[in-house]
Nanobody, 124 residues
Framework: QVQLVESGGGLVQAGDSLRLSCAAS????????MGWFRQAPGKERGLVAA????????YYEDSVKGRFTISRDNAKNTVYLQMNTLKPEDTAVYYC?????????????????WGQGTQVTVAS
């Protein structure tokens, strides 16, 4: 069992940066692929970025490439999402998720554990 707790969301201006953190409990964290999803009002939850268990493989959704960076520190059981040059369209609830697959999945149904979400609001 893995429990995930996100932090770091907030209200920022366009062009600002935020770093989201996801702290995981459970001794098997290092063997799980991790992902960050987001869901805006009226839209489906979609994958923003993902990272394999050892960090060797990453994925980014096209709209965040070059602006967002996912990383993980297995010693701290934490995964991060550094978000730079934020845009109003990045406004959403951001969720951290873990998959038992050591690489990662691209769909929400590939993930087995979810955090409660953290709100990111980018004002224009």
């Amino acid at each position: 069992q893995v429990q995930l707790v996100e932090s770091g969301g907030g209200l920022v201006q366009a062009g600002d940066s935020l770093r989201l953190s996801c702290a995981a409990s459970g001794h098997t964290f290092s063997s799980y692929g991790m992902g960050w999803f987001r869901q805006a009002p009226g839209k489906e939850r979609g994958l923003v970025a993902a990272i394999s268990w050892i960090g060797g493989s990453t994925y980014y959704e096209d709209s965040v490439k070059g602006r967002f960076t996912i990383s993980r520190d297995n010693a701290k059981n934490t995964v991060y999402l550094q978000m730079n040059t934020l845009k109003p369209e990045d406004t959403a609830v951001y969720y951290c998720a873990a998959t038992k697959y050591s690489r990662f999945g691209l769909k929400a149904e590939d993930y087995h554990y979810w955090g409660q979400g953290t709100q990111v609001t980018v004002a224009s």
